[in-house]
């Protein structure tokens, strides 16, 4: 089975600061990677996601995540935050033959101006 | 994008009554729903699995008499709360499996927030 580990439950920072949210995952078999973000009292959204090829991937919004398996971690990282970037982020994971996601506990992060 | 709405958003109900929770893919067929429970502050931990037409698979520890789950056409599910109790108080969010474009992709509701008084 796949889980999944977020190390930040909460993470406050300054707008137009850099925000680095930790995620790593053990697993036997290949997996497919996600980052999904979750807005104040909305369902989530899918930020990113590493199925193969490239190990660095880009979000929808400015953030980006590597892939490292030989550390089985996938940090989700975003150079300048707003304060729309306040919510809560899952970092995920599934098996490439199923849809079942394994979730983290996910990263509050609150951005201050 | 593909859509899914889930309705209602927030529901209040008395203990021992039963909820249904609606789960629909607006403009795609979904052959795979999933129903996801997050707790406050904690993730989300999948519940079941819901095939158009057959029965759903649930995960372990997850009592299918009291959380009725029905998928009869490619577009909706249902997630029935059975006399619901405080403790059945939750978020619960549906997923549903299509495709946009040529990729297959997971998408969600916006979650019911549900509150047994």
Redesign the interface.
Same mark, same amino acid.
């Given at each position: 089975a796949q889980s999944v580990t977020q190390l930040d439950?909460q993470v406050p920072v300054f707008e137009e600061a850099p925000v680095e949210l930790r995620c790593n995952y053990s697993s036997s078999v290949s997996v497919y990677l996600f980052w !999904?973000v979750q807005y104040p009292?909305?369902? %989530?959204?899918?930020l990113l996601k590493y199925l193969s090829g490239s190990t660095l991937v880009k979000g929808i919004n400015g953030s980006e995540a590597e892939f490292n398996k030989s550390q089985t971690s996938f940090h989700l990282r975003k150079p300048s935050v707003h304060i729309s970037d306040t919510a809560e982020y899952?970092c995920a994971v599934r098996i490439s033959n199923d !849809?079942? %996601?394994?979730?983290?506990?996910?990263t509050?992060v609150t951005v201050r101006a | 994008g593909a859509v899914v709405s889930q309705h209602p958003s927030r529901v209040i109900c008395k203990s021992g009554t039963s909820v249904k929770i609606e789960c629909r893919s607006l403009d795609f067929q979904a052959t795979t729903m999933f129903w996801y429970r997050q707790f406050p502050k904690q993730s989300l931990m999948l519940m079941a699995t819901s095939n158009e037409g057959s029965k759903a698979t649930y995960e372990q520890g997850v009592e299918k008499d009291k959380f009725l789950i029905n998928h009869a056409s490619l577009t909706l599910s249902t997630l029935t709360v059975t006399s619901a109790h405080p403790e059945d108080s939750s978020f619960y969010i549906c997923s549903a499996r299509g495709k946009e474009g040529v990729w297959e992709k997971l998408f969600f509701g916006s979650g019911t927030q549900l509150s047994v008084l």
């Open positions: 439950s !999904y009292n909305q369902g %989530l959204q899918l899952f !849809y079942k %996601l394994s979730f983290g506990a996910g509050t | -």
